[in-house]
């Protein structure tokens, strides 16, 4: 997938470029409270619609079994999860994947303050077509990851 073809690539290089602003500004150590209310703020700067703390229904076999809590969703189509720990859990990327499964969105950023700022752009995709007399749903997974600033 080349960059031209990248979901919401508009909305990502401006949280990516916000993410980076507040780690230049802020550095390393501070509690992750501390990078959102930050991150807020540069999102809002630059035009976008921010909801933070915002709850998702997770369902099984179609009933509702818990809710989930996400740090942020920016223009109704990008998750955003932010860590602030010196290593990333190994279970960070998974649990917002299964974020993005649970929600109808397709697009998350794992921004990661730790001792180097990093992210991670995170996409679940469902293609919907006709097949017959009955609807088939294609998921497409995956991940990308940047150290450095685009």
């Not at 508009?10 to 991150?39: C, M, P, Q, R, S």
């Amino acid at each position: 997938m080349d960059n031209d073809d990248l979901l919401e690539r508009e909305v990502t290089n401006d949280i990516i470029g916000a993410f980076y602003v507040v780690y230049n500004k802020l550095g390393f150590g501070f509690l992750e409270h501390v990078y959102n209310a930050a991150l807020e703020r540069e999102l809002l700067a630059r035009g976008r619609a921010v909801a933070r703390q915002v709850l998702v229904q997770i369902f099984y076999d179609g009933e509702p079994i818990a809710t989930q809590r996400l740090d942020f969703i920016v223009d109704g189509s990008v998750v955003v999860e932010s860590k602030s720990t010196e290593r990333l859990p190994p279970n960070a990327q998974r649990q917002t994947l299964n974020y993005l499964r649970a929600s109808t969105l397709e697009v998350a950023l794992v921004l990661h303050f730790g001792p180097e700022p990093r992210f991670y752009r995170l996409f679940h995709t469902r293609k919907e077509f006709r097949r017959a007399d009955r609807k088939v749903t294609d998921s497409s997974v995956g991940a990308q990851s940047q150290a450095t600033p685009p």
